[in-house]
């Protein structure tokens, strides 16, 4: 019941509804009145359960203006002491005992939580690894698990205690009940805080952790020769996953190599072995001079900590040829090398003057398509599909032609559901939606009630059946839905240059309204495509003559295709290997 009231107001009135409680609190407290600290107490503590469980932005909010849980526990204490006090006939020594009680709890929680931080430093998270076997390694002793968990101020929670017998106390007249929980309390923590201590005494002397040369002796012996890179959060590492399997297919030795444990995570399944350090200057300390190529997906200000090894060649592989500006970045100029799909990265890079020479560009292709279906390869015996997939809201300004999802989305969602003969829609949006534009995030989800309402699956792992889906989720991936999809209605991205891929007709989406020369001109990667107004007026057409295969784009599909991703007859996971071949030669 606590958890639905927090859940119909905002962040702000939640965090305001806990301090008023413990304001109560105090002044009841100070004042006497049993009645209303009980009922003043009792919202306190349900509400600090509550924002840790149910509402973390409240939280957050709290301790970015300084409120946090233990200035709001020594609040707590500091109003049973006051009730007490102020209700309860005390001798000198008992005042003396009623504050020790509260303040002996408080003393032990900060040396536990000061030991504990000194046995965390003895075994540093120094780094992640995965598919890779280091051997017997001989830590510090740990306290066990549930101990870990309630060290720092989280054991000062136990003088919660004190606010029922506090009112025992009052109602009964005597001092006792206060000094009996107080007790039990104060006894807690000391077991808590014995077991700390004596975990942190048995590990005096064990000298550095052995994790991080047990990873180096690894890769002494193994010898890696590729190394792909990737320093970007948990929410990015889409970007890595799409060039796990190609790494895995070199005829060279592959490392992964990550900078974040919450990517390290969210990583993909993978048989290369993967390392994650997230300190730089651990990082920095590894000796990785076996590695003839490290493989760059992002642009982050990490990569430094790797650009640094003098002794390889660095090359920005990316995720994803679009037209958009960020697949020009002028940061990829620190690179050895940058490797595009076709031509028309070339010609991008060439356009937009930001200081990578022609001479660093090499043309690759996209192994990652090789599981992607060509037009008429598979077997046509469901609905037909409608992919939409719009990209994000972008992080380089506000533009609101960024993507179609804020101005058109309801409307194209719409359109498709409502279309007859039906059509099958599967929805699957960029992976950072709504994660800056609120607005994005807003329409996101109203789509997904469409669809739910439709009958759809809003959640959905896989696309057997005929059901419409939303698809979020890391699987099925993107490229599945391709093999599924018979017209595809998406934005200016690189979701489109890899639908080229299939052959089959696609939609970009023109929010903006630019005339439809101008808007090919400017993005190339729609020269075959059917173009989407704002209205969305066009789509009942688009569909109707694309399910009836008389697609007038036919041929314009198939020349960008070599523009985009380089010859029909190259095969780019072989190109892949004869340019990776090359590096560490």
């Known amino acids: 019941m606590f958890a639905t009231l927090l859940a119909r107001v905002g962040v702000a009135a939640r965090g305001a509804l806990l301090l008023l409680c413990y304001l109560v609190m105090l002044a009841a407290g100070a004042l006497g009145w049993v009645g209303l600290f009980a009922v003043a107490g009792l919202a306190a503590v349900l509400g600090d359960l509550a924002l840790g469980r149910w509402s973390a932005p409240t939280e957050n909010l709290l301790v970015k203006v300084g409120l946090n849980r233990p200035y709001r526990q020594l609040a707590r204490d500091l109003s049973v002491a006051l009730l007490v006090v102020a209700n309860v006939n005390l001798s000198s020594g008992q005042l003396t005992v009623l504050l020790l009680l509260p303040a002996a709890v408080w003393v032990i929680a900060i040396f ?58 009052v109602v009964a007249e005597d001092v006792v009940p206060v000094f009996a929980v107080g007790a039990f309390t104060v006894a807690a923590a000391a077991l808590v805080g014995g077991i700390v201590a004596l975990t942190w005494l048995r590990g005096r002397g064990m000298g550095q952790s052995p994790l991080l040369p047990a990873v180096q002796r690894w890769l002494d012996s193994y010898r890696p020769e590729v190394a792909l890179y990737f320093a970007g959060p948990a929410k990015d590492v889409y970007q890595a996953n799409m060039w796990l399997a190609p790494t895995e297919a070199l005829d060279q030795r592959g490392v992964v190599l990550l900078r974040s444990k919450e990517a390290f995570l969210e990583l993909a399944d993978t048989r290369l072995p993967v390392i994650c350090v997230p300190a730089g200057v651990d990082f920095m300390n590894l000796e990785l001079g076996s590695v003839r190529a490290a493989l760059y997906a992002a642009n982050v200000g990490a990569n430094i900590h790797m650009l640094r090894e003098p002794g390889m060649k660095h090359v920005f592989v990316g995720h994803g040829d679009s037209d958009k500006q960020a697949s020009v970045n002028p940061y990829s ?142 699987t099925p991936a993107l490229f599945d839905c391709f093999n599924q999809t018979d017209l595809l209605i998406s934005d200016v991205s690189s979701v489109v240059s890899d639908f080229v891929q299939s052959q089959r007709p696609y939609v970009v989406a023109n929010p903006g309204g630019l005339p439809e020369d101008e808007f090919r001109r400017e993005y190339p990667t729609s020269r075959a495509a059917y173009l989407l107004s704002r209205d969305c007026g066009e789509l009942e057409k688009i569909v109707s003559v694309t399910r009836a295969g008389d697609d007038p784009m036919t041929d314009a599909r198939r020349e960008l295709k070599t523009y985009l991703l380089g010859p029909a007859e190259a095969n780019p996971m072989e190109r892949f290997r004869e340019e990776i071949s090359r590096l560490c030669r």
């Open 112 to 169: 536990a939580g000061a030991l504990t931080e000194m046995i965390d430093r003895r075994n540093p998270a120094s780094a992640l690894v995965r598919n890779i076997e280091l051997g017997p390694l001989r830590s510090a002793p740990r306290p066990p698990e549930w101990v870990g968990r309630v060290t720092g101020d989280q054991l000062a929670l136990v003088n919660v205690a004190l606010v029922p017998a506090a009112v025992a106390a």
């Open 333 to 474: 100029k620190v690179y050895d090398e940058v490797w595009v799909a076709g031509l028309a990265g070339r010609e991008r890079y060439a356009r937009a003057g930001v200081g990578v020479l022609d001479s660093d560009i090499v043309e690759i292709g996209r192994p990652q398509l090789a599981g992607v279906h060509t037009f008429g390869a598979e077997s046509v015996d469901r609905p037909f599909t409608v992919l939409y997939a719009p990209t994000w809201e972008g992080w380089l300004d506000d533009d609101p032609y960024h993507t179609s999802l804020v101005l058109m989305g309801e409307r194209i969602v719409k359109g498709l559901l409502a279309t007859a003969p039906a059509v099958r829609l599967i929805y699957k949006p960029h992976p950072l939606t709504g994660s800056r534009a609120k607005e994005a995030k807003t329409v996101h989800e109203r789509i997904v009630e469409r669809i739910r309402a439709a009958g759809g699956d809003p959640d959905a792992t896989s696309l057997d059946g005929t059901r419409h889906l939303v698809v979020t989720g890391r």
